[in-house]
């Protein structure tokens, strides 16, 4: 049963560093320690515990669970530099929570995909939306924004993007020669429990293995040499599985771990695509699969230049004043209009108010969704419907101008996720874990955000008393001279 750590923060000044000298109050770790939520995090983590499960060893805190987490993926480290990193750096270690410095690791980096799926991506959409909370919270003394109209206040960024996963460009080719050869190792992992009758295999290993070397080597092999070389491999999985389930039937599934009999299942499903998509090699295959270690992957046919089709999660995104939120993220391709609705009223939900406008681009436009923005009395950008007057042509042009540069903020918090973060290249292999760690990426984005707010604050407050001083001290006409 986990056990709530004090939530109080400790004071710079307490840490104990082996050299006697004391944390600098000024560096980042210790500035992002004072924006993250760690009472919140704390009950999440809490209640991803069993209360009935037996006492053993105690659990590590969710300050060390979460804050490593944020290390990873706010420094763009895979599991073990992450460890490696915390236990060199004091900073870190006052991030996640220690009195001292400890130069020992604090656990094994295999334990991050634990704490991965012990806050979950509702988990870690909560936290963000907290930070965001509290933040406004702080700055409920500012004057508030005069730029919308009637009770709308507001501007609201949508759009959408893919996270990339880490596998390689899928081929029909390539991954039915992988699962060729996963077969083939099943069968000889149970072989040993069979009655050892027979050929392993009723083809020969060697040869189609040259005969996928010979079309997967060559730059632009023709169609009908590839479609053959499919057909051959094919039909060598489909003997395959017909083996093993005979074996199988015999000496039980058990035989098999249960990693193998869920890359097995995989497989049945994979190869009954393949026969359905030579048969019909126009069609399209529903929950296509392209890869085996992750068959929850998706391709996502989003038409970019030099990427038509991009193998990942699909993500849409929310900017209000500079911080992101994810309004919808899914492993299958969905349409960004239908999202919108949602968006617009989560706004409302954290603001008490609909915003003065909505700023996308053409697909979001949904008859719907325009009729609903009429109804709210909130500007969608884009065109109007309809032939415009010819008074109203230059204003549209003006106000679309306008909304394109303010639209630009969401494509560079995809273009600092993607080159900073780590949005460019999911490396988590399972799904939740995936899901999980572009949340994460969100947060770090969002965080950075805040202290790039909070370093612009503190330059104005010292810019003005510094022109206050100067004032005061000389005349104007001294100052002009």
């Known amino acids: 049963m986990y056990r709530k750590r004090n939530r109080q923060q400790m004071t710079v000044e307490d840490f104990t560093t082996p050299f006697g000298n004391k944390l600098n109050a000024e560096n980042r770790w210790v500035k992002m320690a004072d924006i993250i939520p760690w009472d919140m995090i704390e009950d999440i983590y809490a209640a991803s515990f069993k209360d009935d499960k037996p006492d053993g060893r105690s659990p590590i805190p969710a300050r060390q669970a979460f804050g490593s987490l944020y290390i990873k993926e706010i420094e763009n480290l895979p599991q073990d530099r992450t460890m490696l990193h915390i236990t060199e ?3 870190m270690q006052y991030f996640l929570g220690l009195t001292e410095y400890n130069p020992e690791p604090l656990f094994d980096s295999s334990m991050l995909t634990h704490f991965s799926k012990r806050f979950g991506k509702e988990g870690l959409t909560a936290i963000n939306e907290e930070i965001y909370r509290r933040t406004r919270a702080r700055e409920e ?3 508030p924004d005069e730029s919308g109209g009637g009770n709308n206040k507001g501007k609201l960024i949508l759009d959408a993007s893919v996270a990339p996963a880490d596998i390689r460009y899928p081929t029909d080719l390539s991954l039915l020669n992988e699962c060729r050869e996963n077969t083939e190792g099943f069968i000889e992992d ?9 050929h392993k295999t009723s083809y020969s290993r060697s040869r189609m293995r040259k005969s996928y070397l010979k079309i997967s080597k060559q730059r632009n092999p023709r169609w009908k040499k590839v479609r053959q070389a499919v057909l051959e491999q094919l039909e060598c999985v489909e003997k395959n599985l017909e083996t093993l389930d005979y074996h199988l039937a015999q000496i039980g599934m058990d035989s098999l771990s249960d990693k193998q009999q869920e890359r097995l299942s995989t497989i049945r499903i994979f190869a009954e695509q393949q026969r359905w998509h030579y048969e019909n090699p126009k069609a399209s295959v529903p929950e296509r699969i392209v890869s085996l270690l992750q068959p929850h992957i998706r391709p996502m046919v989003r038409g970019k230049a030099g990427k038509e089709v991009e193998f990942g999660q699909k993500i849409a995104v929310a900017v209000v004043d500079g911080f992101t939120f994810i309004e919808e993220q899914s492993w299958n391709n969905f349409s960004e209009g239908k999202t919108f609705i949602d968006s617009v009223e989560r706004y409302y939900e954290r603001h008490g108010f609909y915003p003065e406008a909505v700023l996308a681009d053409k697909t979001y436009r949904t008859r719907d969704n325009i009729n ?3 109804e709210k009395g909130i500007r969608l950008s884009g065109p109007r419907l309809g032939r415009p007057k010819l008074s109203e042509i230059e204003a549209d042009k003006e106000q679309a101008y306008r909304d394109n540069c303010e639209r630009n903020m969401v494509e560079g918090r995809f273009g600092s996720g993607k080159r900073r973060f780590g949005l460019d290249l999911v490396l988590s292999r399972l799904k939740e874990t995936g899901e999980t760690e572009v949340a994460m990426n969100i947060i770090c984005m969002n965080v950075s955000h805040l202290l790039r707010v909070l370093l612009h604050k503190l330059w104005l407050r010292l810019q003005t ?17």
């Open 89 to 91: 750096n004091m900073y």
């Open 465 to 481: 008393a510094f022109l206050c001083r100067f004032f005061t001290t000389f005349t104007i006409s001294e100052v002009f001279q």
């Open 141 to 143: 003394d500012d004057p």
């Open 372 to 374: 609903y923005c009429k």
């Open 190 to 198: 149970i072989w040993d429990k069979t009655d050892r009758r027979g």
